[in-house]
């Protein structure tokens, strides 16, 4: 099976981005896929939420980002110094010297610079999409969280994606972020990824007895049901989610009978079949 690279975007912040990239792999990786995550987030919470200390990772996301401009030869002991092994999954960490990629990367941007040490033409949007282009033998799935600005540090997880999955809070009717998501998810497939699809837009954070959750599910199929996928299966509401980090664990060790645990298997099932159709 070839490798599927998806990011999860909004960029609405804190609607379950770090829980769905963390839980979905976890999930993913119950089912017996290899699975990398990527934190591509400065504040480093996917870091955290796995129970490192992003301030004490030496060698992270940024310093990958680097070698791809400055000395692609040592990207590979890069890669194997940067990935951290647990049980089941993987993690490229992150921390606050992303910003400093992003800086970078604007500034090559701007004055129109290519890599620097690279031989292939391609452009400073492209920098993580190298970083992860020798793994690919490596992993079933590769799922990338992203911050939630819309900056070149998100574009650069775009265009290394074959798809986005798009967690949305089931407790706000005008699913504020999502036509600014989907617009910039456009954009790059025009520009830079002519492949790059929506996966499914995903409710998070459901509580199926309320009103309110019912009817921003009701609101998004009807919105955008017709021309995007959303996952049949939301994301419950459960109070172990905030619990979980704490503890390095994943919600499916952590409270795999809780109901939020259960909906992330449910959603892996559905990427699954998804991909066998
Ligand atoms: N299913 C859920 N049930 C209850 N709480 C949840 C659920 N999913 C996420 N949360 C809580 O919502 C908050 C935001 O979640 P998370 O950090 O995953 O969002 P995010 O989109 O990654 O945030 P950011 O935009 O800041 O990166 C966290 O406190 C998390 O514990």
Known sequence: MRVITISIVNIKGGTGKT?????????????????LLVDNDPQGSLTKSLGYD??????TLAALMSQVIDAPEQ????????????????????NQKLSGILTRLIVMQASGSMFPQSDNDTNPVFVLRSVLAPLAARYDYILIDCSPHPDLQMINALAASDSVIVPIQAHYLDAEGLPDTLELVRRVRQTYQPNLSVRGLLLTMYKGRTLLSRMVREQIEETYGSQIPVFEQPIDYSVRVAEHPAYGESLLAYAPDCPAAQSYTHLAEEVLRHESA
């Open 19 to 35: 829980t769905t990239t963390y839980n979905l792999g976890a999930a993913l990786a119950a089912r017996g896929k290899r699975v």
């Open 54 to 59: 992003p301030k004490q990772m030496t060698v």
């Open 75 to 94: 990207l590979e002991s890069g890669l194997n110094k940067a990935i951290q092994h647990q049980d089941t999954l993987d993690l490229c960490p992150a």
